[in-house]
């Protein structure tokens, strides 16, 4: 049975001493939890964070990072970067980096890649709009995003590697797919890596306004292994709640 991961991702929230605040507060909460607990912070918060976590059971991610190791790249941070101070997880190819920064499923791919090289696991987003979802077109959408998202990888970068589902319409709008749709989703996902690589045995999340009073009922259902958890997570004893769903 996969263990369940529940992963907040901050986005641009939390100044450095906010960051070591939330986490001696959330850490006491969730030291029992047998689920996997991660928080994705912003890069200045980063270092800050590492040493905190120390001595917890909480794991820290970024929330971007570039394919290149070094360069002409200005703004830019590598997945050398990350990891030289021990960075374990990155978000890669979310929708708001996709909308507003121009990400493609190509630059997605190249990120992959670069994580996985440098031993950094990826947290991999893809989801549709609601346009989309409305067309039906929800299960093409999706399927086309990790195959070419996973393009190249091997079975064993598959174990480290974590995919989210997070339909774009639900980000930061307080609505929520429903338990069942989120679960054929994500389903679908399984199905099309099984297809790709013989087996399905990958992490997968759902996310989008998951929050304390809806997460026990996504991540008890068959196909869902934990939550992407957006503005729910910058509240520690929220978080905790999320995290201790059980």
Known sequence: MRRKVIAGNWKMNMLPNEAI???NNLSPLVKNSKNEVIICVPFTDLFYTLLTVQETNIHVGAQNMHWEEKGAYTGEVSGQMLKSINTEYVIIGHSERRQYFGETDETVNLKIKSALKNGLKPIIC?????EQREQGLTIEVITSQINKALSGLTTQDLSNTIIA???IWAIGTGKTATKEDANESI???R???LKSFGTD???ILYGGSVNDKNAKELFTMSDIDGGLVGGASLNAETFSKIVNFD
């Open 21 to 23: 605040d939330f986490i």
């Open 126 to 130: 893809v989801g549709e709009t609601l």
């Open 165 to 167: 589902y997070e339909p």
């Open 187 to 189: 389903k679908s996902i």
């Open 191 to 193: 199905q099309e890596i």
């Open 201 to 203: 045995d990958i992490t």
